[in-house]
């Protein structure tokens, strides 16, 4: 199990929810970090218009996704 980064922003509603669904499946699943979009811009210049997203390694998964897609992207 990697860990995976979520990027997100405050007041997000999307980012909110895929930080729910990642909640559902952490304590035996999924190991996440939030990482703001603000905080680096490097992040912010790349996925503005596209939060949230995981990150895992070099790999990204894009909004929509569901906690299949998440699973799937961890494993």
């Known amino acids: 199990m990697s860990l995976l980064v979520l990027v997100k922003s405050n007041d997000c509603p999307l980012c909110d929810e895929a930080k729910t669904m990642l909640n559902s499946l952490s304590n ?14 490097e ?3 790349k996925y503005w218009d596209k939060i949230p997203v995981l990150l895992k390694n070099n790999q990204e998964l894009l909004w929509p996704f569901n906690e299949e897609d ?6």
């Open 28 to 41: 035996s699943l999924v190991e996440f970090e939030e990482q703001d979009i603000y905080s680096v811009r």
């Open 43 to 45: 992040l912010h210049t």
């Open 70 to 75: 998440i699973q799937k992207f961890n494993s």
